[in-house]
């Protein structure tokens, strides 16, 4: 009679492969679990949306603390893996989904006694190749959000909270700083995850603080503006307007915060971009 494998060894071989295309890079640090579950705060009466379940580390931990758990995961496998663990569980959904093509406010709308609230906390370890991509997509969602706290690429990290004059500030670091309030939790290695990544991961908080209304700007167009104003990190806040907007007048926008026609935009904080902005849509006709 063959000697029965060992129990790990069955699981690993039955265990869903990680698949690159994926991004799949598994949190695997208990305490790093724990941190990230605790940085969103109470949660026992919240609606709380998990991007990308992967093989369940942080979902296990919001299963338990949370009034009402929304795991989305892409692979089709950990899907089906994840409805099995959580079958009996009834404050848990497993929704197969790509998140970037989710609408929040659908999965409201859809579970409205759910949300009395009306906004859910947000969580997950993002995958590195769409990292950018999926905070804008929470971004763009910031009414149906309280708080997200993200597994992010370092670099990342260093983009969403710089600040101006430094080397990472840019159009990212003005998009997120226009909806949220950011914090860098901690810093994570590359042996916190399997298999482990070649770069170091940051915790990021966001908590929910549109300043659109306060700044006196429309978002959207406010955005636009900053799109010309960092299309060439080398050029001159001047040069990369200058297309679109008089000459004349944006040295005046300029000199009435005080800054040199010389000026770049990653040397600007958002309430001096906001002052540009205000001062070039009110006097200026476009180029």
């Known amino acids: 009679m063959s000697a029965r494998k060992p129990v790990n060894e069955t699981r690993r071989k039955h265990r869903p492969a990680r698949k690159a295309r994926l991004g799949q890079n598994f949190l695997i640090d208990p305490s790093a679990v724990r941190r990230i579950v605790e940085a969103l705060g109470e949660i026992a009466n919240s609606v709380v949306v ?19 758990l929304i795991a989305t995961e892409l692979d089709k496998m950990l899907v089906r ?11 848990v959904e497993i929704v197969h989904a ?6 929040l406010s659908s ?14 906390k947000v969580a997950g370890n993002i995958p590195y190749y769409i990292t950018s991509d999926i905070l804008l997509h929470l971004l763009g969602q910031h009414q149906s959000i309280e708080t997200a706290v993200l597994m992010v690429q370092r670099e990342v ?3 969403v909270t710089a600040k101006a004059g430094s080397r990472d500030y840019g159009l990212l670091t003005v998009t997120t700083q226009l909806f949220a309030d950011v914090e860098r939790l901690f810093t994570l290695p590359p042996s916190a995850f399997s298999p482990p990544p070649q770069v170091h ?30 299309a060439q990190k080398r050029k001159t806040l001047l040069n ?4 679109t907007y ?4 944006i040295r005046q926008a300029l000199s009435a915060i005080q800054t040199r026609d010389d000026a770049r935009a990653e040397t600007l904080s958002l309430e001096q971009l906001a002052s540009i902005y205000r001062r070039l849509s009110s006097t200026s006709s476009a180029i």
């Open 81 to 91: 893996e994840l409805r099995v663990a959580y079958a009996e569980q009834d404050n």
């Open 157 to 159: 990290a260093d983009r």
């Open 240 to 243: 990369n307007l200058r297309g």
């Open 50 to 68: 998990e991007i990308g379940a992967g093989r369940g580390a942080l979902t296990k931990l919001l299963a338990a603390r949370a009034g009402h």
């Open 246 to 249: 008089e000459a004349g007048e």
């Open 201 to 230: 991961s940051s915790v990021l908080r966001l908590t929910m603080n549109p300043k659109a209304e306060r700044l006196a700007i429309d978002a959207e167009e406010f955005l636009n503006f900053c799109k010309l104003a960092f």
């Open 107 to 120: 999965l409201r709308s859809a579970r409205e006694k759910l949300f009395p609230a009306g906004r859910a």
């Open 98 to 103: 790509d998140f970037l093509k989710l609408s």
